[in-house]
């Protein structure tokens, strides 16, 4: 593993992984591993995949999900097309729940406190992630590490989809949460990502829509969680169109980083919103 990284007044670490095809790398990617140690049970996992209009879409992620994944959590957003219909017809075992309200972040909090595995990975259903790269992630949650992002910024990761407004959008965001945790990420608005549902209370979600990724990796850094960042390659969305607004869903995302930031005081809640 090499650029690894140790804020010096912050409890968490950043590892910046340098995968290769067999998932291995030197012994400083198992900071909790000890030679001689037997190796533990092997981890269950659960894959939520929020969706909603993707039926044409299912068919190329499903295919791909590699058989690390012990459970696929399909969570429909209102879809008016076949989308639970086809994902049980390519994958007669998924589960499919119906988020509470709407948008991305209310889909992804839903499928995680459905998910019954011992480690939860998150992806789109637009293809734009490729499911093969799921064991990358797992190896380093079954390595010593709590919570692993993907980047498209570091070496053996990129971006087939990103436009200039987004790349500039991405950067900026990206400077503000490292100079605001004193954290060295690479990427931050990338939706693939992987964590212990152990440490789901600790990462407080609350928020409902994109903005919902930025609030995972703010708390996972402000809770002194140990995280990994992978690379990950980004695809052009198979079909259809995207939800996400790149500015006014930049500025939720720029308000959530100073609402969270350390010694800002909480946002409050509204009445009846979801924890």
């Known amino acids: 593993m090499k650029n690894t990284h140790y804020p010096t007044e912050h409890p968490s670490f950043v590892a910046q992984a340098d995968?290769?095809?067999s998932g291995h790398t030197d012994r400083a990617a198992h900071p909790l591993r000890r030679a001689g140690d037997r190796p533990p049970a092997r981890a269950t996992v659960s894959l939520v995949v929020p969706a909603r209009n993707e039926a044409r879409n299912i068919p190329w992620v499903f295919e791909q999900i590699p058989d690390c994944v012990d459970e696929?959590?399909?969570v429909d957003g209102d879809s008016v097309d076949c989308t639970v219909h086809m994902a049980t017809r390519c994958l007669?075992?998924?589960?499919?729940?119906?988020?509470?309200?709407?948008?991305?972040?209310?889909?992804?909090r839903t499928g995680f406190l459905s998910?019954?595995?011992?480690?939860?990975?998150?992806?789109?259903a637009d293809g734009s992630m490729l499911p093969g790269e799921i064991p990358h992630y797992l190896h380093f949650l079954d390595n010593g590490f709590d919570f692993v992002k993907g980047s498209r910024f570091i070496a053996g990761g990129g971006s087939l989809d990103i436009t200039r407004i987004r790349r500039l959008g991405n950067q900026v965001l990206l400077t503000a949460v490292n100079h605001l945790y004193d954290a060295k990420l690479t990427d931050l608005c990338?939706?693939?990502?992987?964590?212990r549902r152990d440490f789901l209370d600790d990462l407080d979600l609350h928020s409902s829509g994109f903005e919902i990724e930025t609030e995972m990796i703010?708390?996972?850094?402000?809770?002194?969680?140990?995280?990994?960042?992978v690379p990950s390659l980004e695809l052009p969305r198979r079909s259809g169109r995207?939800?996400?607004h790149?500015?006014?869903?930049?500025?939720?995302?720029?308000?959530?980083?100073?609402?969270e930031r350390p010694g800002a005081r909480p946002t409050p809640r509204a009445a009846g919103s979801p924890a």
Do not use: W
């Not at 703010?218 to 960042?229: C, D, F, T, V, Y």
């Open 242 to 244: 995207s939800n996400l």
């Open 115 to 124: 998910a019954t595995g011992d480690h939860i990975v998150m992806m789109d």
């Open 218 to 229: 703010a708390h996972a850094l402000r809770s002194g969680l140990r995280i990994a960042e």
């Open 190 to 195: 990338y939706g693939f990502c992987a964590f």
């Open 246 to 259: 790149a500015i006014s869903d930049g500025r939720r995302v720029l308000r959530t980083l100073l609402s």
């Open 72 to 74: 696929v959590i399909l």
């Open 92 to 108: 007669p075992t998924v589960r499919h729940v119906e988020q509470s309200g709407p948008g991305k972040g209310n889909a992804l």
């Open 19 to 21: 995968v290769n095809g």
